[in-house]
């Protein structure tokens, strides 16, 4: 929606199409790491540049904190808002207290939310970004949309206390706190529709080929990228070097077996996701080779979504190792298979005609 409120038809489907993210990725050889988020900064960087917008991300200044700090952030918050330009910002998401343990969570709004069950409170995120669109700080009022939520049907504006806001801002880890980000005007005008459908274009295949310059400069110089990090993705499935894997982070970074697999198993529910979700986009523009293909991206990410929740289950459940890893197995092998059958459809993207005469 902070995007949206600047160009025009923007929908969420063709947010997350027009991004790339559903087209890339990336991973740390040994790590059994997955990112919180597939969708990174440098994406919204790149898409604002299609539309002539900056894209700016503030925090806090440093030894600011306290009352201070929140007066700072509110007023950075209404400057935005008095240019008409609404603005992207972080609450803590955390559960309700008597929902507070790893089998079940659920949030304060009495969501469940799945995707953290597994994690302590020190290692889950229990962070959500929103859009403030509205603030009369007379009145005491704020108003937000959540825009998730409201793809959903579930909600997409609301109002609310601003001394409310603040208390669910104030448990936020430091990076967080009193973060905004904002899409710009810089008089720069958008790029035309050819244009656009040629750049994505472009960065969609330097995604699928692995080219690091394509993810960012943020990106971590031990990331692997397209079907090398499949590749090495899969060597980590291997029992014995999984069960390694396992080990060496629990006993170096302090995450159990559990939390470390919940947060893969998030990660490729996140892939699941935006691959739908822009196949979605793809199915309205009419554009049928692109989203065949992206479906069955789609697909395989889902089955090894499905197989990241069957070893979350098998540790949960399965105290002694041995059994432990002779349960998992065969859902490892069924993970490498598929990851063999991912590499191999990252090959068949379909070229459009339009690219490949170099038009």
């Known amino acids: 929606m902070v995007l949206g409120s600047k160009a025009a038809n923007l929908t969420y489907p063709k947010s997350i199409y027009l991004s790339t993210s559903p087209f890339g990725f990336f991973y740390i050889e040994g790590s059994l790491a997955f990112p919180f988020s597939r969708w990174t900064e440098w994406d919204d960087q790149w898409m604002a540049g299609l539309f002539g917008l900056s894209w700016e991300k503030k925090e806090k200044p440093p030894g600011l904190n306290g009352e201070e700090a929140w007066m700072e952030y509110i007023d950075r918050v209404e400057g935005y808002l008095k240019k008409e330009i609404a603005v992207q910002t972080f609450w803590n998401w955390t559960p309700k207290s008597e929902e507070e343990h790893q089998d079940k969570i659920v949030t304060p709004a009495g969501d469940r939310a799945f995707w ?7 290692t889950r995120p ?40 603040k208390k669910r801002i104030a448990p936020l880890r430091g990076d967080l706190k009193y973060k905004t980000i904002a899409y710009v005007p810089t008089g720069i005008p958008a790029k035309n529709e050819s244009e656009i459908k040629q750049l994505v274009a472009e960065r969609i295949f330097k995604k699928i080929q692995g080219d690091p310059a394509a993810f960012g400069n943020e990106r971590n110089q031990r990331y692997l990228y397209g079907s090398k990090a499949l590749e090495a993705l899969k060597g980590d499935l291997n029992v014995s070097t999984f069960s390694q894997i396992l080990d060496t982070r629990s006993r170096r970074q302090g995450f ?26 793809l199915e309205e523009q009419r554009m049928m080779p692109e989203w065949e293909w992206l479906s069955r991206l789609h697909l395989l990410y889902y089955e ?10 098998q540790t949960r459940t399965t105290a002694d190792k041995a059994k432990y890893l002779e349960g998992i197995k065969p859902v490892l092998q069924e993970m490498q298979s598929t990851l063999d059958a991912t590499v191999a459809h990252m090959k068949k993207y379909p070229t459009p ?5 170099g038009k």
Do not use: C
Not at 130 to 149: C, E, W, Y
Not at 353 to 357: D, T
């Open 256 to 281: 159990t077996p559990l939390e470390i697999l919940v947060v893969m198993k998030l990660g490729f529910y996140q892939m699941q996701f935006i691959t739908a979700q822009a196949a979605e986009y």
């Open 116 to 122: 953290w069950e597994g994690m302590t409170p020190k």
């Open 126 to 165: 229990d962070t959500h970004s929103f859009v403030i669109v509205g603030l009369d700080r007379t009145n005491d009022l704020v108003r937000v949309n959540m825009p998730i939520a409201g793809w959903f049907g579930v909600e997409k504006y609301r109002v609310m206390k601003l001394s409310y806001l």
């Open 304 to 313: 090894l979504y499905i197989s990241s929740l069957k070893l979350v289950d």
């Open 353 to 357: 005609q339009f690219l490949s005469q």
